[in-house]
């Protein structure tokens, strides 16, 4: 199954981390891009500053071949970065495990990377290949990814969805039913007269979904 990781590293553990020894105030945020083993995230924008010299703001690093200004707008600047392939860091363990970068933020407190596999063997292949290389990486989220709203849900409110479901899970649909509104609105901390408004209408969305396009 598709799964979704939120993984951080300190943020002088890459290369891009020099610029807050100098600017502490500054976010940095990679423009997301597929992992190709020729280009990896070409492009960044670092906000939360002006100064006249924003490529100078990035002192030497190994990860790092060259970096360019391309735009600036307002405090807000565009930059092209070439990065060492060679160097063993983050972006080229993503690129070598073939796991797609969504989103990478960076403050001077750590870096937050977003990523996506197809399933979660994938994201451990990753965490592997970092112990391996002793890139401090920290997984903070790990979750499948969210199934599309099916239409049914789309046309219930929340309320009327959860009390559907405790309903039809305790029973009260079959015949003779296995408990009743009085219990459900126990559940649900709500009164019995509350409950038989949700189910009623509830149960009116999911026929008027249902049955509107039938003659």
Same mark, same amino acid.
């Given at each position: 199954m598709a799964t979704e990781a939120t993984f951080t590293i300190p943020s002088d553990q890459f290369p891009l981390g020099s610029v807050f020894e100098q600017l502490p105030a500054v976010t940095i945020e990679l423009e997301r891009i597929i992992p190709a083993r020729d280009v990896v995230v070409p492009y960044f924008w670092v906000r939360g500053t002006e100064v006249d010299d924003i490529e100078g703001a990035f002192t030497d690093h190994p990860g790092v071949v060259d970096?360019?200004?391309?735009?600036?707008?307002?405090?807000?600047?565009?930059?092209?970065?070439?990065w060492t392939l060679e160097y063993d860091g983050v972006l080229s363990t993503?690129?070598?495990?073939? /796991? =797609?970068?969504?989103?990478?933020?960076?403050t001077n407190q750590q870096w937050t990377f977003d990523i996506r596999a197809d399933d979660r063997r994938d994201i451990a292949s990753f *965490?592997?290949?970092?112990?391996?290389?002793d890139i401090p990486i920290t997984l903070t989220k790990l979750h499948a990814l969210t =199934?599309?709203?099916?239409?049914?849900?789309?046309?219930?409110?929340? =309320?009327q969805q959860e009390a559907l479901v405790l309903a039809y899970n305790l029973?009260?649909?079959?015949? =003779?039913?296995? /408990?009743?509104?009085?219990?459900?609105?126990?559940?649900?901390?709500?009164?019995q007269q509350?409950?038989?408004?949700?189910?009623?209408?509830?149960?009116? *969305?999911?026929?008027?979904?249902?049955l509107s396009d039938v003659s």
């Open positions: 970096i360019r200004l391309v735009d600036s707008v307002a405090g807000e600047y565009l930059l092209r970065v070439e993503l690129t070598e495990t073939e /796991v =797609p970068l969504i989103k990478a933020i960076g *965490q592997e290949r970092c112990r391996k290389l =199934p599309i709203e099916t239409e049914t849900e789309a046309v219930l409110t929340d =309320p029973g009260y649909f079959n015949s =003779p039913r296995d /408990v009743t509104m009085e219990e459900i609105g126990d559940e649900l901390g709500i009164t509350a409950v038989a408004s949700r189910l009623r209408r509830g149960i009116d *969305q999911i026929l008027g979904s249902t």
